[in-house]
């Protein structure tokens, strides 16, 4: 049955829809922040304990989305590791389909990275949408994993791909999926969901592709090349605004873009970080969206790939380097704190129920914090499953912590009873 091209205009906000699900890159908006209460206050001194583990995933770096009763996540191909696929599994670990998504990234650090995206669609007609480390874009059938329609997106709009392979997780908004490409044919382009056609084309500009996940604002989404961020209108693809991001932080000039994290937004006010040294700045858009302003710049915190978090006017996440926890202000961008952890590394941080959730990379340690004026961590433990780097963002869903470690995931009850 041919689909009409609106078809997924009826996406909308998770939170509307399920409110304990999550879908995508940490969630709503990529916020880092979930909806769940009544979870635990603190751990056992012992450690939490899994309801499961399944450790016989393939390698990778993507966090796990969590949609009604299943579980989608990027893995090596089980039948051919030059091969990325999607795997979904049900809420108690077991797999239920596997499907290839394209060659994986072969130049560095060869494993999938990028968290599949759910769009909701009439009468069950559910899709996910991942790019692969080589910029192919895919769009699957949640149901069953059955292909819909692919794009070798970068190729077609001659995108030269950096050094660790494309990283974005794709935003997706009336019915269209949009990509940044930093291309020598177009910035970024979005295309229809329900078949795959060009929606529109933002013309080319002079900047390279970063690893950033893009959110949005209203109609406008807010994306991060090597050096810009831009705002473009989602309806017709026309920049609206941009700002030179490496001038605005006062940080270190980064010339390679390295840039990875979603930007954290409150109100018509968005914070930008990037790792090394090249610190953060707060943007305000103007009424309208047809301009933007700086409002400050701070070099203290330049999170890598681990993002931060917003709360209660606070922004908190750890440096490139991972030698200090930081809390900054959003109103003046002053550093509240800097200070250490037990000489772990850095974390991915997200937040609910009161409390922060720390996944830090050196030693694997899950750590649950207090936000506040001083860094205060409750309760710890090591994660002792899994393979490669501690660098998949946990998940918290319907009272569960889900924590991806390589070719291993694990469901923690954080429930309180």
Not at 172 to 201: M, P, Q, R
């Amino acid at each position: 049955m041919r689909l009409s091209l609106t078809l997924f205009a009826v996406f909308c906000c998770s939170s509307v829809l399920f409110a304990e699900d999550v879908f995508r890159f940490r969630g709503d908006n990529s916020q880092g922040r979930y909806n769940e209460p009544g979870l635990l206050d603190s751990w056992p001194a012992e450690g939490l304990k899994p309801k499961w583990v399944n450790s016989e995933l393939g390698e990778g770096w993507s966090s796990v989305i969590k949609v009604k009763d299943r579980l989608y996540l990027s893995c090596l191909d089980s039948k051919d590791s030059s091969k990325e696929s999607v795997v979904c599994l049900n809420l108690n670990g077991k797999q239920l389909w596997e499907q290839t998504v394209g060659a994986v990234w072969s130049r560095s650090y060869q494993f999938p990275r990028v968290t599949p995206t759910y769009v909701v669609g009439e009468n069950g007609d559910d899709r996910l949408l991942t790019l692969s480390g080589n910029g192919e874009l895919y769009c699957l059938a949640a149901a069953d994993g059955k292909y819909l329609w692919h794009k070798d997106a970068f190729k077609d709009y001659d995108a030269p791909i950096s050094m660790w392979g494309v990283s974005e997780n794709v935003e997706v908004k009336n019915g269209k999926v949009f990509v940044t490409l930093a291309g020598n044919k177009a910035l970024a382009v979005a295309y229809n969901i329900a078949d795959g056609s060009v929606a529109w084309e933002t013309a080319p500009q002079d900047d390279r592709v970063s690893y950033a996940t893009p959110i949005l604002y209203e109609n406008i989404l807010i994306t991060l090349t090597c050096r810009f961020v831009w705002g473009i209108d989602i309806d017709t693809g026309e920049v609206l605004w941009k700002s030179d991001f490496q001038e605005d932080s006062g940080g270190r000039v980064q010339r390679s873009g390295n840039n990875c994290n979603p930007h954290l937004l409150k109100g018509n006010q968005f914070f930008v970080t990037a790792g090394y040294t090249q610190g953060g700045a707060m943007y305000e858009i103007l009424p309208d969206g047809k301009g933007l302003e700086k409002r400050w710049g701070n070099r203290t915190l330049d999170s890598h790939h681990h993002a931060a978090v917003e709360v209660d006017g606070r922004i908190y996440g750890s440096t490139h380097d991972g030698k200090f926890y930081c809390c900054l202000d959003w109103e003046t961008g002053d550093t509240v704190y800097q200070t250490t952890w037990e000489n772990l590394g850095a974390a991915d941080t997200i937040y609910a129920d009161g409390k922060l959730y720390l996944y830090e990379e050196k030693r694997g340690t899950l750590g649950l914090a207090k936000p506040g004026d001083r860094f205060e961590v409750i309760s710890s433990f090591l994660v002792d499953f899994g393979t490669q780097q501690h660098w998949a963002h946990p998940v918290i869903s319907d009272g569960v912590l889900y924590v991806r470690h390589g070719n291993s995931l694990a469901a923690f009850d954080i429930a309180k009873k």
